[in-house]
């Protein structure tokens, strides 16, 4: 598995980082976790706002700083 944070390398994007590993240090998950900062990869993605959160180029969700428990649900679909 590998979770994506796509977005410039702000602080949301950071927190957003610390809650995917939270995440899945809660689930016991073994995970890469990759940043991208490249806005041609964002748009190729069809992710139109930052921060956002992709599995396995999956764009889960965009514009917002999900909770670890956000990003454990999501893993655990």
């Known amino acids: ?10 602080p949301n994007c950071n927190r957003l980082e610390e809650n995917a590993r939270a995440a899945l240090d809660q689930l016991g998950l073994n995970a890469d976790v990759e940043k991208i900062t490249d806005s041609d990869r964002f748009a190729e ?33």
């Open 1 to 10: 598995m590998t979770i994506q944070i796509l977005g410039p390398g702000c």
């Open 45 to 77: 993605m069809g992710l139109l706002m930052t921060p956002g959160l992709a599995v396995d180029g999956e764009v889960k969700s965009s514009g917002k700083v999900l909770s670890a428990e956000e990003i454990a649900s999501i893993l655990k679909s």
